[in-house]
């Protein structure tokens, strides 16, 4: 998955990832693992997001879980979001 994060968020993940002495993969899966249980339990809440221009964004490639994945693609098209916009929300959250 290619997920676009703004610097702050990029440095964020990568902080998580080296106080945890997990990947930024391993990470990111784990806390989108939280948010999307949070989203079913809350019945996929809806809130306009700031649409953020790519200018100033880094693309990075993580991988997640299969069921992950499915899950954001169905969480994104019923919201009408993007997956990338979902990624910043989950790890500006946690």
């Given at each position: 998955?290619?997920?676009?994060?703004?610097?702050?968020?990029?440095?964020?993940?990568?902080?998580?990832?080296?106080?945890?002495?997990?990947?930024?993969?391993?990470?990111?899966?784990?806390?989108?693992?939280?948010?999307?249980?949070?989203?079913?339990?809350?019945?996929?809440?809806?809130?306009?997001?700031?649409?953020?221009?790519?200018?100033?964004?880094?693309?990075?490639?993580?991988?997640?879980?299969?069921?992950?994945?499915?899950?954001?693609?169905?969480?994104?098209?019923?919201?009408?979001?993007?997956i990338s916009e979902l990624a910043r929300e989950?790890?500006?959250?946690?």
């Amino acid at each position: 998955m290619y997920v676009s994060l703004t610097p702050k968020q990029a440095k964020k993940l990568k902080d998580m990832a080296k106080k945890h002495s997990e990947t930024e993969s391993m990470v990111l899966r784990r806390i989108l693992g939280g948010y999307l249980k949070y989203a079913e339990a809350k019945s996929l809440p809806y809130q306009l997001y700031k649409k953020i221009s790519p200018i100033g964004m880094r693309v990075l490639f993580r991988t997640i879980t299969i069921e992950q994945d499915r899950k954001l693609r169905e969480l994104a098209e019923r919201t009408g979001r993007k997956i990338s916009e979902l990624a910043r929300e989950t790890v500006s959250r946690f």
